[in-house]
Every structure is written in structure tokens, then in C-alpha cells.
């Protein structure tokens, strides 16, 4: 199985701040990439598909990047409303797989 | 649009099996895979397996054979999951999602199904 190590696990932004999360796969995985936001009590919403594609609707604050085995998450401008834990997905191969979590707090 | 309703939540004793349905509406159930994923309380995401109801192919996670078995019926635009031989390590929290080739990811999920697992 891909393993997807995401990083941190925890992370403290100030409102305004611009902010990285990163996903590193085990191995390969071309661009095969997605990002979702989860907020307590609700379900998994897609943020990034293909690595770097923003979906319908996502605000243009959130942007993905990277290739292979490394990703990253940037999360510009941080809102309130950005308060949440954001998961990484990995389509490249079965079983698809998910990161471990960061959970996005405001100081 | 689309949508993926899922049945209520299920309290359940160990050893029992329970049965959790996903029913689609707004696109055309047939053309796109139903996948499923795991949420344990506190916990990350687990990926169980995938159904194309068009031909009502499956793929497991191997971790999951023998845990779940996948069907769907055409005629209800439903697909359903069934968990057997239940532990307390089965409670969670199941999505269904639907599955976008070209996303390889989840756009569409259901609002999930809480199993509880207690005597």
C-alpha cells in the first residue's frame, strides 16, 4: 500500500496568514493528488483534485501544487472559516489511501 | 443535482451484521462508481472499496475482505454495504462517495452512516 505521511499534524495560523501543508507518498504517484477540508461534524469536502486543480467552487486562497511523491497545500489569506482538518488522498494505486490529517487552528 | 442520501445510524451488538444504504439521485447511477470510506471517532479517513453499478463489479481493500461486501440495485438507484461480524473496532462512521475518473477523488459524498458496536 502508498503510504501518505502528511505534515504537521497540528498547525496554529494567525487570520491573514498564508499557510503550508505537505503530503509526501511513499512512492510514486504522478499527480494523482487530492485535498480535502473536514470540519467537525461534517463530511470530507474535495478541495485540489490532480494536484493542482482547484474544484467548483473552492475559493482561489487555496492552492495545491507538486508532482511524484511530494505535495503541498497552501492556504493563503487564512479565514475564520478555514478552521478545520484537511486530509490528503492518494488515486494512484489501490487501496487509495489518505494522509493522516492536519488539524488548522487560529491563534 | 447530485446527491447521495444514506440510511440512519445503527446501533448494533458484536458478532451482529448491519446493512447501510446510499441512495443516489440527480445523475445517472449506472455511470459512476459508489465508493466507500471509513471514519473511526477522532479519526482518519479509510478507504473500504469501490462498486460500478453498471455491472456491479467490486474492488476491496484487502484489509476489508471478508468485512464488507458491496452491492447496488439498479432498480433504486441504491448501493449498499454490508458490515458482518462486528467489533467494537468497526464503529465509525461510513460515507458512501462517488467516484470521478477523472478525479480519481471524491466530489459527491453522502452525509454518512454512524455504526455503534455495543453489547
Known amino acids: 500500500d502508498i503510504q501518505m505521511n502528511q505534515s504537521p499534524s497540528s498547525l496554529s495560523a494567525s487570520l491573514g496568514d498564508t499557510i503550508t501543508i505537505t503530503c509526501h507518498a511513499s512512492?510514486?504517484?504522478?499527480?494523482?493528488l487530492s485535498w480535502y477540508q473536514q470540519k467537525p461534524g461534517n463530511i470530507p469536502k474535495l478541495l485540489i483534485y490532480k494536484a493542482s486543480n482547484l474544484h467548483t467552487g473552492v475559493p482561489s486562497r487555496f492552492s495545491g501544487s507538486g508532482s511524484g511523491t511530494g505535495f503541498t497545500l497552501t492556504i493563503s489569506s487564512l479565514q475564520p472559516e478555514d478552521i478545520a482538518t484537511y486530509y490528503c488522498?492518494?488515486?494512484?494505486?489501490?487501496?487509495?489511501?489518505f494522509g493522516g490529517g492536519t488539524k488548522l487552528e487560529i491563534k | 443535482q447530485v446527491q447521495l442520501q444514506q440510511s440512519g445510524p445503527e446501533l448494533v451488538k458484536p458478532g451482529a451484521s448491519v446493512r447501510i444504504s446510499c441512495k443516489a439521485s440527480g445523475y445517472t447511477f449506472t455511470s459512476y462508481y459508489i465508493h466507500w470510506v471509513k471514519q473511526r471517532p477522532g479519526q482518519g479517513l479509510e478507504w473500504i472499496g469501490w462498486i460500478y453499478p453498471g455491472n456491479v463489479n467490486t474492488k476491496y481493500n484487502e484489509k476489508f475482505k471478508g468485512k464488507a461486501t458491496l452491492t447496488a440495485d439498479k432498480s433504486s438507484s441504491t448501493a449498499y454495504m454490508q458490515l458482518s461480524s462486528l467489533t467494537s473496532e468497526d464503529s465509525a462512521v461510513y460515507f458512501c462517495?462517488?467516484?470521478?475518473?477523472?478525479?480519481?477523488?471524491?466530489?459527491?459524498w453522502g452525509q454518512g452512516t454512524l455504526v455503534t458496536v455495543s453489547a
Open positions: 512512492q510514486n504517484i504522478n499527480v494523482w
Open positions: 462517495a462517488r467516484g470521478d475518473g477523472e478525479l480519481r477523488g471524491f466530489a459527491y
Open positions: 488522498q492518494q488515486g494512484q494505486s489501490y487501496p487509495w489511501t
